[in-house]
């Protein structure tokens, strides 16, 4: 091939490697992250040691995170957590497309199940205040809860700082 005909098509090339280089920073899609409800608030949970809370093992969780692999959203499937008299359960899964009951995935749990396979120090942010203007949530309320086997022996709460949020910022409830 003549350098003169492949110069242009190199050029091509290299243009389209730029524009999707940058579609691929302008559409990043958020991961999935564990859901928390607390009462009437809700929000996120964390383990401290970071990203994800642990589910259990489970053949059908392994097949159906196969079976997500064209989800651009990391982390899922994902659990949905409830603080209830003193105990973290577990409710739900969540995927990309949407909410998966727990039988499905784990048919010798009771809805909703107590998170026994959970051990340790856990963060949850709960109550929507704002968006700051870079479009960062902020939450009203921190938690910190030591759990052992899906007892909450510990429960720390302080009230987060809001003043980054301003009459101009959507607020949500």
């Known amino acids: 091939m003549k350098m003169s005909t492949l110069l242009p ?18 559409f990043a899609t958020e991961p999935l992250l564990n859901q928390y409800v607390d009462g009437s608030r809700t929000g996120r949970i964390f383990p401290s040691e970071c990203c994800w809370m642990k589910l259990p093992p489970s053949e059908r969780l392994t097949a159906l995170k196969r079976a997500e692999l064209g989800c651009s959203a ?14 973290l359960w577990l409710t739900s899964l969540f995927k990309c497309s949407g909410e998966v009951a727990l039988q499905d995935v784990f048919p010798d749990l ?64």
């Open 9 to 26: 098509q190199m050029g091509k090339f290299g243009f389209f490697l730029i524009c999707m280089a940058i579609a691929e920073t302008t």
């Open 74 to 87: 990391i982390g899922g499937p994902v659990g949905k957590f409830k603080l209830e008299s003193g105990k």
């Open 110 to 173: 009771t809805s909703p199940a107590l998170a026994q396979w959970l051990t340790g120090t856990f963060t949850a942010q709960v109550g929507l205040a704002c968006f700051d203007k870079h479009g960062k949530r902020i939450d009203s309320v921190k938690q910190v809860l030591t759990v052992e086997q899906g007892v909450v022996t510990s429960l720390i709460e302080t009230k987060n700082d809001t003043s980054a949020c301003s009459e101009n910022v959507s607020h949500e409830r």
